[in-house]
């Protein structure tokens, strides 16, 4: 394994909370697009600003900080709005693979003491709420917010992000709706105020192969400092755009690759299923004319045109994207590599293999050791 960077070197963020950086970005860069998804462009302060208002509904509904909120939501703009609005009020995101069977389910909402479910309906073949409905049957006669279940007794609300209603849980809309209420602006400032680095920000389970899935508890500084220095490492700017479609369940999707975009103010190119057409209409062009590479790549030494794209494993053919991509400069691709297994444990695992005796600004890389 190769030497990480030297803590502190030049990092921004060392010392920021999730909510920091988005606070920074979009005062910094605020009109530049932070999410760009199939159906929409989200620029650094609509995502600011959708984060504080969901924020202000949560606390409304009775969230504080400390409290564990379970998302089980495919790769949707939505799914960054709920970490960051519990991030700016200390609230800890249980990342919820979009798989998971009712046993599943049902387990990490009691083992993680959960309070709060937030949710889609659906997601293509995926029916969560009829999922739901095996771990809380008695969910549609509840009162939204008051749920008394004696299996899982933290869990007290539903959120479900749908244009129907469903009964026994609160929607999306009347959440986000509460939080424009004006008293909801000094809740919301008191309750970041209170929020440091140190402090929970999300909990990981792992696969649960070998046993019950086991909860990693990863902090504010566990991965914020990280991701900006993946994204530097990169050479990642504001004119990128990060191409992901990984689940957001995991340390790489839900954190290293969003984090080490938006630490450098790029753009996340955010799919719930890779679709190599779809990629193209997204990436290219890009909004100032530049053309984007398909692939995790690195720009070469004269920094043209290139897009850092981070994607699972592809079921369908690529051969028809490569052929709109042909005559391309051929980049020189980078390495992230990171431990299986262990990738939850923290953000900070993965090694970041640098080029041997290149120059990065002022300083030069370092060879492995003979």
């Given at each position: ?21 988005l606070a920074t970005q979009a005062a910094r860069v605020g009109d530049r697009e932070a999410i760009v998804a199939t159906d929409r462009r989200i620029s650094y302060a609509e995502l600011y600003r959708d984060a504080q208002r969901l924020a202000r509904g949560l606390l409304a509904c009775g969230v504080r900080k400390g409290d564990k909120v379970a998302l089980w939501m495919p790769s949707r703009p939505e799914w960054f709005a709920v970490q960051y609005g519990c991030a700016l009020i200390g609230a800890v995101v249980v990342a919820l693979n979009t798989r998971y069977k009712a046993h599943e389910l049902r387990y ?263």
């Amino acid at each position: 394994m190769w030497p990480m960077l030297p803590p502190g070197e030049g990092n921004p963020f060392l010392h920021a909370t999730v909510g920091d950086v988005l606070a920074t970005q979009a005062a910094r860069v605020g009109d530049r697009e932070a999410i760009v998804a199939t159906d929409r462009r989200i620029s650094y302060a609509e995502l600011y600003r959708d984060a504080q208002r969901l924020a202000r509904g949560l606390l409304a509904c009775g969230v504080r900080k400390g409290d564990k909120v379970a998302l089980w939501m495919p790769s949707r703009p939505e799914w960054f709005a709920v970490q960051y609005g519990c991030a700016l009020i200390g609230a800890v995101v249980v990342a919820l693979n979009t798989r998971y069977k009712a046993h599943e389910l049902r387990y990490i909402l009691g083992q993680s003491d959960a309070t709060t479910l937030v949710c889609a309906d659906h997601a293509g073949p995926v029916d969560y709420l009829e999922t739901l409905a095996e771990v809380l049957p008695d969910l549609a006669g509840s009162v939204p917010g008051e749920l008394e279940v004696a299996e899982l007794p933290a869990l007290r609300r539903v959120i479900v992000h749908a244009d129907d209603p469903y009964p026994g849980c609160l929607a999306w809309r009347d959440v986000a709706e509460i939080g424009d209420a004006p008293e909801g602006a000094d809740a919301l400032a008191a309750a970041r105020a209170a929020v440091t680095p140190d402090d929970p920000l999300t909990i990981l389970y792992t696969s649960g192969t070998t046993s019950f899935p086991k909860g990693a508890i990863i902090s504010h500084r566990n991965c914020v400092p990280h991701g900006w220095w993946c994204g530097a490492v990169m050479r990642v700017t504001e004119a990128d755009r990060v191409l992901h479609a990984l689940p957001l369940s995991g340390t790489w999707g839900g954190l290293c690759i969003p984090l080490a975009t938006f630490t450098h103010g790029a753009t996340l190119v955010l799919m719930e299923t890779f679709e190599p057409a779809v990629a193209l209409r997204l990436m290219d062009p890009a909004p100032d004319g530049r053309r984007a590479d398909l692939g995790v790549e690195r720009g070469g030494r004269d920094g043209g045109a290139d897009a850092r794209a981070s994607r699972s494993g592809a079921t369908r053919p690529l051969a028809p994207a490569h052929r709109r991509l042909r005559g391309h400069r051929r980049q020189r691709a980078g390495s992230l590599r990171g431990g299986g297994g262990a990738s939850r444990g923290a953000p900070g695992l993965p090694a970041l293999r640098h080029d041997r005796g290149e120059r990065d600004g002022a300083r030069t890389r370092p060879r492995r050791a003979a």
